[in-house]
């Protein structure tokens, strides 16, 4: 442990009304933790944090705590905020391997999760814990879904999920990969073979298209595809990413990382929608940030771009006359992503908004009695903390759903 760690402790305040548990999607009891550290109860404090947010050793290192603690706590005042993030990575990560995961009574009443990423593996382990069996289904390789391969292992080590996986299989989560229900298997088969409800955490896989020409060329990638298997895209040289989230961050560090010589980032506007901190050490490691280009086509040799014309408050207002065509080896358009429709399309009754999100209720139902969803597959491409914060909403509707059905059979 590091002695900064122990400083970044002594610094709290322990405030009544903590500004950084208020801001925290999931509210953890900051001030808690820290005392519980201070006082040298690791494992009491890990299991606070576990409770809460069974994801906390991940949230530790990829939330955005400029956003939420860090950027809250009240010692900003006097510009030195109390870094609760590396105190609950040391904690978290002191707790994953040697927590002891106590668990209710077996139930014998069976629950599926479709989808392991965020919001799947937060509602496995609490139902798990609850006393149901619980079996993830996930398409992929392994769980993690965008921890797993949407992240970059520089910003989050794949052994991580590693740990995690190996975690949940001991606590007896089953876990069924390269298995895609809504494809041979569809949600109606799994209430045939006994699960009593059915919990979606699919994400956004689809990358959103712009609609422009030149997107099917050989030379043009999507971020979603790039950060999943980097391996096997060869983008050459220069690389224009069109786009400026943190998803795009993540690809020009990424590329810039695997040889990439020029990366430069284009944003039609002068909003910029990634955090400071990924926006910083994009530029840090060589990223240059291009603002006022539309795009309007992609050619074999790069992008075209509309630039834009600003007002005084850096409004768009217009676009000149002439063209920029931008010379780069490879495209990478990194807009934004949505669900995929397979589910949808595969089980009657279970509806989408317009831009193909499950609609659910107060209580994460979707319009299927008892299946329930959260996550990115509800609310659009969020934070990991934003998924496992809705997953928990979600848990307690399947507990009060699960145990009006055993009410009734009992009635």
């Known amino acids: 442990m590091g002695l900064h760690i122990v400083n970044e402790a002594n610094k709290c305040l322990q405030c009544k009304k903590p500004l950084c548990s208020m801001h925290c999607p999931v509210t953890t009891s900051i001030p808690q933790v820290i005392s519980l550290f201070k006082e040298g109860k690791i494992m009491e404090a890990g299991e606070i944090l576990f409770e809460n947010n069974p994801l906390s050793l991940v949230c530790s290192i990829v939330c955005d705590h400029e956003a939420q603690c860090l950027g809250n706590c009240i010692m900003n005042r006097k510009n030195n905020p109390v870094r609760f993030c590396d105190i609950e990575r040391f904690i978290s990560d002191f707790y994953l391997d040697r927590m002891e995961f106590v668990k209710k009574p077996r139930k014998n009443i069976m629950v599926a999760v479709i989808g392991g990423g965020p919001a799947g ?200 006359k002439d063209l920029d065509y931008v010379d780069a080896d490879s495209t990478i358009i990194s807009v934004s992503n949505g669900p995929k429709n397979k589910l949808v399309l595969t089980t009657p009754g279970l509806k989408a908004s317009d831009k193909g999100l499950l609609v659910v209720d107060e209580n994460c139902m979707t319009t299927v009695e008892g299946v329930f969803a959260a996550g990115d597959v509800v609310l659009g491409s969020k934070t990991v903390v934003d998924a496992v914060g809705q997953a928990k909403i979600a848990v307690e509707g399947m507990l009060r759903y699960l145990e009006d059905l055993e009410a009734k059979k009992i009635e």
């Open 121 to 320: 593996m937060t509602v496995a382990i609490k139902m798990i814990k609850e006393g149901y069996d619980v079996t993830i289904f996930d398409e992929k390789n392994s769980i993690g879904g965008v921890l797993q391969y949407g992240i970059p292992d520089f910003r989050l080590p794949k052994s991580l999920m590693k740990r995690y996986y190996d975690k949940m299989e001991e606590i007896g989560i089953k876990i069924r990969n390269n298995t895609a229900v809504g494809g041979a298997l569809e949600i109606k088969d799994l209430f045939r073979d006994g699960y009593k409800a059915v919990f979606v955490g699919t994400g956004v896989w689809r990358a959103k298209t712009l609609g422009i020409a030149g997107e099917s060329l050989p030379n043009v990638h999507f971020s979603v595809d790039y950060l999943a298997n980097p391996d096997g895209h060869k983008l050459g040289e220069s690389v224009a990413i069109i786009g400026m989230g943190n998803a795009a961050m993540d690809v020009a560090r990424t590329a810039l990382r695997r040889g990439s010589r020029s990366v430069r980032l284009y944003a039609r506007s002068k909003r910029v929608a990634a955090n400071s901190v990924e926006i910083e050490s994009a530029k840090y490691e060589g990223a240059e940030f291009i603002f006022g280009k539309a795009i309007e086509s992609i050619t074999y040799d790069g992008p075209v771009f509309k630039t834009a014309i600003f007002d005084e408050e850096n409004n768009v207002v217009g676009y000149e």
